[in-house]
């Protein structure tokens, strides 16, 4: 369990790195194809270079997170269901 644990944590820094980096990005483009930021404008536009990139930080680690705990309980599931579900059956019985 410490070793799904570990991998979930490790698939949300990923997402603590990437989420922030594609909201710089996207503010980026943004900027460059908005006619209303540049010349005279009051900073607005600027401020979601920092606003994006920690706005995203936390559900984005929440996210990939999910998805590396899922994934590793995927590989963690029986191979052969029927012998699963057998014992699923028979558990708490003495044999």
Avoid at 15 to 43: E, N
Avoid at 60 to 77: C, D
């Amino acid at each position: 369990m410490g070793r799904l644990l570990l991998g979930a944590i490790r698939s949300g820094l990923w997402g603590l790195l990437l989420g922030p980096l594609i909201a710089l990005l996207l503010v980026i483009a943004a900027m460059i194809f908005d006619p209303k930021c540049g010349v005279g404008d009051s900073g607005g536009c600027a401020m979601g270079l920092v606003t994006a990139p920690l706005a995203i930080a936390l559900p984005s680690f929440g996210l990939f997170f999910a998805i590396g705990l899922a994934r590793g309980l995927w590989r963690q599931r029986p191979c052969d269901l029927r012998a699963a579900i057998k014992r699923l059956r028979n558990w708490g019985r003495d044999e």
